[in-house]
């Protein structure tokens, strides 16, 4: 079965960065897009940024754009988030997502990871 699995949270002061990880499994045929969302406490979830695979189209939110970079390596069927000049209100769960139809918002996706923490101080 198809599984998504997430790495490379932590705790940043803010302005730092990461780079998150989305290493799939038994999923080699790539449907639509893959997509990474995030949630706080209290929040609903909310889709970040997102990749269509055929042709490296993306597509980000815009609380991120200019700060985050989504980018594949298919050799190793791995989807990355890197995120830079973090803000404390970037603090949530961030979540890959694939085989999505719809990346804003709360998303549409056939697939998920169980998350890697985000924790930004100030």
């Known amino acids: 079965q198809v599984q998504l699995a997430e790495s490379g949270g932590g705790s940043v002061q803010a302005g730092g960065s990461l780079r998150l990880s989305c290493a799939a499994s038994?999923?080699?045929?790539?449907?639509?897009?893959t997509g990474w969302f995030r949630q706080a406490p209290g929040k609903e979830r909310e889709g970040v940024a997102a990749i269509y695979h055929s042709d490296l189209s993306t597509y980000y939110a815009d609380s991120v754009e200019g700060r985050f970079t989504i980018s594949q390596d298919n050799a190793k069927n791995t989807v990355y988030l890197q995120v830079n000049s973090l803000k404390p209100e970037d603090t949530a769960m961030y979540y890959c997502a694939a085989g999505c139809t719809v990346v804003s918002g709360t998303g549409i996706c056939d697939y998920w990871g169980q998350g890697t923490q985000v924790t930004v101080s100030s």
């Open positions: 038994g999923y080699t045929h790539r449907r639509y897009w």
